[in-house]
C-alpha cells in the first residue's frame, strides 16, 4: 500500500516562464504571480481558470512591486508600503478568483519579500497583517521555522511550513542567496532525494553538511527552472507511489 505523506505540492506559476498548465497537472497547490515581480490581469486569469479546472489549491504570490528585478532585490521600505503593495496584490488576485468561481485559499510570499520576513519579525508581522485584513481563512505559506510561520502563528492564522527540493540551504535555516553558483540544485536526482530526506526524515542537509531539523507541510518545486516539468512529473510519481 502506497504510503501517504501528508504533503502539498507546490509551484510559483503564472510568472511568464515554465510550463505552467504540464506542471498544473503535477502539483496540490499553486502560487500565483499577482502584478508585482511579474503578471498581470490576463496572466492571473489564465493561471486560476487552468488551476480551478485541475482542482489545484489557487494562492497569491505577491512581491515587493520591482519587476525590473523579479523581485529578487532587498528592499527596506516603509511598513504601510509594504502593507499597501502586498494588500494590493492579493486583492487582484482575489477579484479574478470571484469573476471565475474560484477561491484563492493561500498567500505565499515570492522572492526578497518571502526571504526578508523569513528572518525580520517585524516585516513579518507587516505581511501577515496584509494577508489578515485580506481573509482571516488564508493559509500563510513561509520558509519552515522562519520569523513569518512565527508571525502568523501569533496571529492566530492558519499557516504552511514550507522547505525547497531544488534550494540548498544554509546552516541557520535560511536558503543560500541566488547570487551564489551553488544555490540552485539543477540535478533532478539531487533535488528529488533532498525532497525525500525532508519528507521522510524531516531534515536538510544544509551546504556545510551539517543536518538541519524542519518541519514540511507543504513542498516547492519553482516553475521557471530549465527542468522544472521533469522534477515536478519525478515528485509526484514519487508523491503518489509513497
Not at 53 to 77: C, T, W, Y
Not at 82 to 104: D, M, N
Not at 128 to 146: K, Y
Amino acid at each position: 500500500m502506497a504510503k501517504d505523506w501528508g504533503i502539498d505540492l507546490n509551484a510559483d506559476l503564472g510568472e511568464g516562464c515554465g510550463d505552467d498548465e504540464a506542471i498544473l497537472a503535477c502539483v496540490s497547490s499553486a502560487n500565483i504571480a499577482c502584478g508585482g515581480h511579474a503578471g498581470d490581469a490576463d496572466s492571473m486569469r489564465t493561471a486560476v481558470r487552468a488551476a480551478h479546472k485541475l482542482g489545484v489549491k489557487i494562492g497569491a504570490h505577491p512581491s515587493f512591486e520591482d519587476r525590473q528585478n523579479f523581485g529578487r532585490s532587498e528592499m527596506q521600505l516603509p511598513a504601510e508600503i509594504v502593507y499597501a503593495q502586498v494588500s494590493a496584490q492579493i486583492r487582484a488576485l482575489q477579484a479574478i478568483c470571484a469573476e471565475e468561481g474560484a477561491v484563492c485559499v493561500h498567500v505565499k510570499p515570492h522572492g526578497a519579500l518571502y526571504n526578508q520576513a523569513a528572518r525580520d519579525l517585524a516585516l513579518a508581522r507587516v505581511v501577515v497583517s496584509a494577508i489578515r485584513a485580506a481573509g482571516e481563512h488564508l493559509c500563510v505559506v513561509g520558509l519552515a521555522g522562519s520569523a513569518l510561520i512565527a508571525a502568523a502563528r501569533e496571529a492566530g492564522m492558519p499557516f504552511a511550513q514550507e522547505a525547497f527540493a531544488d534550494r540548498r540551504y544554509n546552516p541557520d535555516g535560511s536558503l543560500m542567496s541566488r547570487q551564489l553558483a551553488a544555490a540552485v540544485i539543477t540535478d533532478n536526482a539531487q533535488a528529488l532525494a533532498q525532497a525525500k530526506q525532508m519528507v521522510e526524515h524531516h531534515s536538510v542537509t544544509a551546504h556545510d553538511g551539517s543536518s538541519l531539523t524542519l518541519a514540511v507541510d507543504t513542498l516547492c518545486l519553482h516553475g521557471d527552472g530549465a527542468h522544472a516539468l521533469a522534477l515536478a512529473r519525478q515528485l509526484r510519481d514519487w508523491l503518489d507511489a509513497g
